[in-house]
């Protein structure tokens, strides 16, 4: 569902809703409603729920990459890499999507959807991971000196695990956000939910609930993980 | 790749549709603007509710805050372009008829909405990393609400929520893409867009897209690490932002302790001037 251009004026417009048939029609219509659920929900398991789970793996590993990258490459490369991170989290994604999606055409629009936003969220994992490492105390590196650990065993065994540690409620957030952000994938054309719910109203011409039902389902999976890794941070911050 | 070989002929297109892209790039600005008041104003007003120890007050600002924050940026935008203006079908007497078809506002009122319910969160927050013996002494002061919170907490406040502000007004900015799907808001994403019609090139155009707002967020993290600067030299805490700029060296102290806490009185970087220079702490 591309809405944009010519076609966007003639379809979206809101004054083009026959004013008449909206105040015959109810407000709310409980049988719509029930209706349309299992759609929507089907595409909530199937599509945002996968891009935010497939997604956030990609940018954790990725982000992480990057974050070791920028700390262990020369100057100049690690400057060139940074920057790339930064022009990657300084631009929309809504942009990027379209970009990636012209430039490899062939290549199918969910894939294209997970991988640009593993990419775009890695590049926030990443700052995240960076705080993280050089919270690690200074001692701990001098022990693995101390202790002639090589470099692979210092970061594989020592850093990283610490490091890991308090980042993962900021990852968790930053996993939050990448699900409310899906619903940019009908930029590409991907039948995410709000996509779903809006061709499942078009036809009969009805939008209150189908938006609502998939407000409330956004809001009933992100409130309920705000709030565990909340509690997930203060655990970590009191055992610190 | 025949990309690159074209590359040329596309930003030339570009350039022949500099009209309409520039046209397009000031909605974006605007809306990033407006957007960013609006939101500023919410992130005040809801964090100052949701830090209060008045049980009526925070309830509702927090049941505001999480709504807002929990729904998407995508569903808020459709559910005030689609749904809000089934209540003016409803009842054509209503006023304002003309605002609820704008979507050029609603598109505003989206993005103040979602992103300054995330601001709420920063306001809150840094308000209550305010110093707690600050917040007492206002009390032994016995100063009003309003004279305290202008005088005392805001300020302070103020420049430890700067940096989570400005985080989210690039957020913001980048939000602003997606309403390119609206009918009637021409901004640089749909300008663009509409340029793929004619040419059938997105390619290119999309990269100019993204530099565009590059440089569009950097301006913006500029101006609020500017903003923040102030706050801090205006709190004593820092250089001023002259102190900054000018190209007098500035004395680094080795070994000086990082400030462990923001609201801790950092060391005096620019102490070649220490006559004039804010004193550690001074000025609260």
Not at chain 2, 50 to 79: C, H, Y
Not at chain 2, 106 to 130: D, F, K, P, Q
Request: charged residues 15%; aromatic residues 12%.
């Amino acid at each position: 569902m591309m809405m944009s251009g010519i076609q966007a004026a003639e379809i979206d417009d809101p004054t083009m809703i026959d004013e008449e048939e909206v105040r015959e029609s109810p407000f709310w219509d409980w049988d719509f409603a029930f209706d349309a659920f299992p759609d929507i929900f089907m595409a909530f398991v199937e599509v945002t729920l996968l891009v935010t789970i497939i997604g956030t793996l990609v940018a954790a590993v990725l982000g992480l990459i990057i974050a070791i990258l920028i700390m262990l490459l020369p100057r100049p490369l690690a400057w060139c890499v940074r920057w790339l991170a930064n022009f990657i989290r300084m631009t929309p994604i809504v942009v990027q999507l379209i970009f990636v999606f012209w430039a490899f055409v062939w290549m199918d629009a969910l894939t294209i959807g997970i991988i640009v936003f593993g990419v775009h969220y890695a590049t926030y994992m990443s700052e995240v991971y960076r705080a993280g490492i050089e919270s690690v105390p200074k001692g701990q590196w001098e022990a693995t000196t101390a202790l002639s650990m090589s470099a692979a065993r210092t970061w594989r065994k020592i850093v990283i695990p610490q490091a890991l540690r308090s980042t993962v409620p900021s990852l968790g957030n930053y996993a939050i956000s990448m699900f409310k952000d899906t619903p940019f994938l009908l930029v590409i054309g991907v039948a995410e939910m709000v996509t779903v719910a809006g061709e499942r109203g078009a036809p009969v011409f009805r939008t209150t609930e189908v938006y609502t039902i998939a407000g409330l389902l956004f809001l009933v999976a992100s409130y309920p993980t705000a709030v565990l890794i909340h509690r997930l941070e203060k655990r970590l911050a009191y055992a610190q | 790749m025949e990309f690159f070989e074209d590359w040329p002929q596309y930003f030339e297109v570009a350039i022949n549709w500099s009209d309409r892209l520039l046209a397009g790039l000031w909605t974006t600005i605007q809306l990033t603007l407006f957007g960013g008041i609006l939101a500023f104003l919410i992130a005040v007003a809801l964090g100052l509710l949701a830090g209060s120890p008045n049980g009526w007050l925070r309830i509702p600002a927090r049941v505001l805050i999480e709504f807002f924050r929990g729904i998407s940026l995508v569903v808020l935008l459709f559910w005030l372009m689609f749904v809000l203006p089934q209540i003016w079908m409803r009842n054509p007497d209503l006023p304002f008829r003309d605002l609820v078809y704008n979507t050029f506002l609603l598109g505003v009122i989206a993005l103040g909405l979602n992103y300054g319910a995330y601001g709420a969160e920063a306001v809150r927050a840094s308000l209550t990393t305010v110093a707690s013996g600050q917040w007492e002494a206002t009390t032994a002061l016995s100063m009003s609400w309003p004279h305290k919170m202008r005088r005392v907490i805001f300020p302070q406040a103020w420049a430890l929520m700067l940096p989570s502000l400005s985080n989210l007004w690039v957020h913001l900015l980048k939000g602003s893409a997606i309403a390119y799907i609206m009918p009637f808001v021409s901004d640089l994403t749909a300008e663009l867009n509409q340029l793929r019609r004619p040419t059938d090139i997105w390619f290119s155009h999309a990269f100019i897209g993204l530099v565009v707002y590059f440089i569009l967020a950097l301006v913006l993290t500029l101006f609020m690490q500017t903003l923040e600067a102030r706050a801090k030299h205006k709190l004593g805490r820092g250089p001023s932002i002259r102190e900054i700029l000018s190209p007098a060296p500035k004395a680094i102290v080795p070994d000086a302790p990082v400030a462990a806490s923001v609201t801790e009185p950092k060391s005096d970087a620019g102490a070649d001037v220490p006559p004039r220079s804010p004193s550690e702490g001074g000025a609260r």
